[in-house]
């Protein structure tokens, strides 16, 4: 079956380490996202990537960091810099073209900083 | 400023009646679209329905209907028949732009808790 998979679903990290969330898809599109949650809110975007090798910063990128090696996987790093990690994160894709093209979104990974 | 606004923080609805769900949104792009999308306590985002800005008929998608009143700037979400399975979280999201640059991302309301009794 074809969808996204987020690893892992919960995670714990001491103030001041790095975390990786790892988002994956096997539905075969361009367009991967990274939302991030917070309780009573909707979700904010982080990055976003069209292609391979190309991701544009979102309206709260400070803090976070992205790769796009593979069409298939889009890992977000959640880096010391981020002041208030704590969150839930969403992962999204979507087929390139048309406008009304929904994002398809992961599981979620919540974050915890202890 | 909020692009799109939910003024529900939280809604109830009685099993198998109706319930409209608000959403204002703002923007001066003539190409634009609408998303609804509902979020169960497992916390994934699933796609309920979607109304373009050139549509020229409201969107519908089994129980889910879409009042798109293009001059008020409001796409309100109405469920029929409501069923104890659509408890969630609702949220409202809007699209900008057909342009390639806008990475065609969503910008989402703050949502809406909707509890169905029995």
């Known amino acids: 079956d074809g969808g996204i998979t987020q690893s892992p679903k919960y995670l714990f990290r001491k103030e001041g380490q790095n975390v990786t969330l790892s988002c994956e898809q096997n539905l075969n599109h361009d367009a991967m996202y990274w939302y991030r949650q917070d309780p009573g809110q909707g979700l904010r975007l982080i990055y976003y990537s069209q292609i391979v090798n190309d991701f544009q910063k979102g309206d709260i990128a400070e803090g976070y960091s992205v790769s796009r090696e593979k069409k298939e996987s889009f890992p977000l790093t959640v880096t010391s810099a981020q002041k208030n990690p704590t969150a839930f994160y969403l992962c999204?894709?979507?087929?390139?073209?048309?406008?009304?093209?929904?994002?398809?979104f992961g599981p979620g990974t919540r974050l915890t900083v202890l | 400023a909020q692009k799109i606004t939910q003024t529900q923080p939280g809604m109830f609805v009685q099993e198998k009646e109706a319930v409209t769900l608000d959403c204002t949104y703002d923007?001066?792009?003539?190409?634009?679209?609408l998303f609804w999308y509902k979020q169960p306590s497992s916390g994934e985002m699933i796609f309920l329905i979607y109304?373009?800005?050139?549509?020229?008929q409201n969107a519908t998608e089994g129980r889910y209907s879409l009042n798109f009143q293009k001059a008020r700037k409001s796409a309100n979400l109405v469920i029929s028949a409501s069923q104890l399975g659509d408890s969630a979280m609702y949220f409202c999201?809007?699209?900008?732009?057909?342009?390639?640059?806008?990475?065609?991302?969503?910008?989402f309301g703050k949502g809406t808790s909707l509890l169905v009794t029995p």
């Open positions: 109304q373009g800005s050139y549509d020229q």
């Open positions: 999204a894709s979507r087929l390139p073209g048309q406008g009304g093209n929904e994002q398809f």
């Open positions: 923007t001066s792009d003539p190409s634009y679209g």
């Open positions: 999201a809007m699209r900008e732009g057909l342009s390639i640059d806008s990475g065609y991302a969503l910008n």
